[in-house]
């Protein structure tokens, strides 16, 4: 069965850091770039960051660019890191970690970020 775990969100106020995890299973983690994605509520899903397979390439959403925001990978653990600082009120959203190569993706559950001001 294939499964995205997304974890580490929580309510923490402005200005504080939080880092998000994804573990994977059930596929081939190291063929697949991972991203991470949003959702505020009313708004439209939209991509955080993107980190490729082989960890030397990422892409950042035009929302968080020259932001304190970093994406990391491990391999062998299969889990992907969303490291977040100096939030602000407007990244309180769920966030999502996508695998995706292809022609194939898979989407994980979310996880709820609360950033209060």
């Known amino acids: 069965e294939v499964q995205l775990q997304a974890s580490g969100g929580g309510l923490v106020q402005a200005g504080g850091s939080l880092r998000l995890s994804c573990v994977a299973s059930?596929?081939?983690?190291?063929?697949?770039?991972i991203g991470w994605f949003r959702q505020a509520p009313g708004k439209e899903r939209e991509g955080v960051v993107c980190?490729?397979?082989?960890?030397?390439?990422?892409?950042y959403g035009d929302s968080v660019k020259g932001r304190f925001i970093t994406i990391s990978r491990d391999n062998a653990e299969k889990t992907v890191y969303l490291q977040m600082n100096s939030l602000k009120p407007e990244d309180t959203a769920v966030y999502y970690c996508?695998?995706?190569?292809?022609?194939?993706?898979?989407w994980g559950q979310g996880t709820l970020v609360t950033v209060s001001s």
């Open positions: 980190i490729s397979i082989d960890d030397d390439r990422t892409y």
């Open positions: 996508k695998a995706v190569r292809t022609g194939v993706y898979f």
């Open positions: 059930g596929f081939t983690f190291g063929d697949y770039a």
